[in-house]
């Protein structure tokens, strides 16, 4: 019938074959990253295969594998949706929340199948969501008013995020580098402040935290390898010899002595130019773009440090750290703000040689150095890393804990089953099955240690139902242990984002009963 009025090229799924193709879609995107949930989630290789770029890269985190495969299913994209923003939110258990979602559109699945319509799974859904919610928010605990307690617990929580990633053999340490890191932010929470560089070479443990920013750049020919009480002039400008912008012109001369002059006058325009950037009071110059010869001996003359091609980012970092702005004119001195740091001096990281900016004006400024095997090792060590920092970040503005080891999901599931007896009609149905789908986040943790899931998920449901609420799985012994005496802690805010995220996605995949492909305007020839 729709095809009397619909352009060609257009096709429209409805009802059961338009739901099907939604559930398959996203319940294949969870099985793929299942494997790499908890602390013995197994690695992918993802591979690209354009004719240009063969490179590869080795992760377990959710965000990375979803964001690199290219997907044609509309369902799909939500999975992957949901998994950006949890990175983008909090940092952490981007995996979790596409898994869950992917559970809990199994179970709708089945229920679908009994004839059960999506509006009242999606009814029961949002009853559970917010039993679910108020258990998760009982159980948490809250000890921001001790430092020393809050940091033990950073500590915990970013070492329980790193047990399942590459850094897991040197979780402590790794753990101990970030909390020590984002303490120094003194909760600005700015993580432009802590810069993380890779250099390849030695091993893992080798990596430390420089109280200091750190730039990858070298200090120009002639000029101090090391500077005291450093006024830093950070600038976005052309140094290279000014050329005379006359396009589609030529400039006939009688004489290779007017070449000279012309060359001459161009050279004096670039003294000039340094001559102003020398009355700014500056004893270090960095520059966005490259420094020429020319104006590279002008500096070495006057005693200036000069560093070219420091990138966007870079220079944009530099002037949060030093206290400065970024500046393209030199008129006028008095309108520009110079950084300031204590010491600028160029070290030694294994063979390569950088600059070191000590004491900045931003005392919380500090560079992770990471050192490892590879460059396929550093780039995932960065990703373990990054997802550390940002939970932590998340913590410190969300200063709430949970058990982690599948204790909550448990807590929650067992919460919504006492409430499934008091609940009348098919809602409770899918109440229920949303505890199931809660349920199978921990048991999918045990299948990936090689355990017996039903064996640990039916000891751990026995446990809390015994009043032991903070027992959960205990990955390194195949058994059930209490969460708080092994340090296994989690942030709040993390799961309370996979939680809501997940079931508000699953609930808008499951109200969908069409599918509309557009095919894309047909464009004319033009003659």
């Known amino acids: 019938m729709e095809g009397a009025f619909l352009e060609q090229g257009t096709s429209v799924d409805k009802g059961e074959n338009a739901r099907l193709s939604s559930f398959i879609g996203a319940i294949a995107v969870a099985d793929m990253v299942k494997t ?5 989630g197994m690695d992918k290789i993802l591979q690209r295969v354009s004719e240009h770029d063969q490179t ?3 992760t377990n985190d959710g965000a990375t594998i979803l964001r690199s495969i290219n997907l044609d299913n509309a369902a799909a994209k939500v999975l992957v949706d949901i998994a950006k923003v949890q990175d983008d939110e909090v940092g952490d258990g981007t995996t979790s929340v596409a898994v869950l979602c992917g559970e809990l559109l199994r179970e709708a699945e089945i229920l679908v199948n009994q004839r059960i319509h999506p509006q009242t799974i999606s009814a029961g859904w949002r009853l559970a969501r917010n039993i679910a919610r108020k258990a998760l928010e009982d159980s948490s605990v809250n000890n921001s008013e001790n ?13 329980t995020t790193l047990s399942s990633k590459l850094l897991t053999h040197e979780k402590d340490y790794f753990a101990q580098l970030a909390v020590d890191a984002i303490i120094r932010l003194k909760g600005s929470n700015n993580l432009d402040h802590i810069q993380v560089l890779k250099k390849a070479g030695g091993q893992l443990r080798d990596s430390y935290l420089e109280n200091g920013f750190l730039l990858d750049k070298s200090i120009g020919v002639g000029q101090p390898k090391r500077i005291t009480d450093a006024n830093i002039l950070i600038a976005n400008t052309s140094m290279d010899t000014d050329k005379i912008k006359i396009y589609g012109s030529r400039v006939k001369v009688d004489s290779m002595t007017k070449v000279a002059e012309i060359e001459d006058a161009e050279k ?19 520059n966005r773009q490259l420094i020429y010869n020319l104006p590279e001996s002008i500096f070495a003359e006057k005693g200036i440090m000069a560093i070219e091609h420091a990138d966007f980012d870079g220079v944009e970092r530099l002037a949060a750290v030093t206290g400065g702005e970024v500046t393209s004119t030199f008129d006028h ?20 040689k950088v600059i070191r900016l000590g004491g900045c004006k931003s005392g919380e400024a500090c560079t992770i150095v990471l050192r490892g095997a590879s460059s396929h090792v550093l780039d995932e060590a960065e990703r373990s890393l990054h997802d550390a920092l940002c939970i932590l970040q998340a913590t410190v503005k969300d200063t709430r804990t949970i058990c982690g080891g599948g204790c909550t999901e448990v807590l929650m599931a067992q919460a919504i089953d006492r409430e499934v007896e008091n609940t009348p009609g098919k809602k409770a149905l899918a109440m229920a099955a949303f505890a199931r789908a809660l349920r199978q986040l921990p048991a999918i943790v045990a299948d990936n240690g090689g355990y017996d899931s039903a064996e640990l998920i039916t000891q751990l449901r026995a446990a809390h ?14 058994s059930i242990a209490d969460m708080k005496n092994l ?41």
């Open 36 to 40: 790499t949930l908890g602390p013995k």
């Open 56 to 58: 590869i890269s080795v």
């Open 147 to 159: 430092q020393e307690l809050f940091e033990k617990d950073l500590f915990r929580i970013a070492r």
């Open 268 to 286: 004096d325009k670039m003294r000039q130019k340094c001559e102003k950037i020398v009355n700014h009071g500056c004893n270090v110059f960095i």
């Open 333 to 352: 001195p008095e309108l520009v703000t110079l950084g300031h740091c204590d010491v600028v001096e160029e070290v030694m990281i294994g063979e390569d």
């Open 465 to 478: 139902a015994s009043g032991k609420k903070t027992h959960g799985l205990d990955m390194y012994n195949g």
């Open 487 to 527: 340090g296994v802690m989690e942030s709040f805010k993390s799961k309370f984002q996979v939680l809501m995220s997940a079931s508000e996605a699953a609930e808008m995949i499951l109200r969908v009963d069409d599918i509309i492909k557009c095919a894309p305007r047909q464009r004319e020839a033009m003659y």
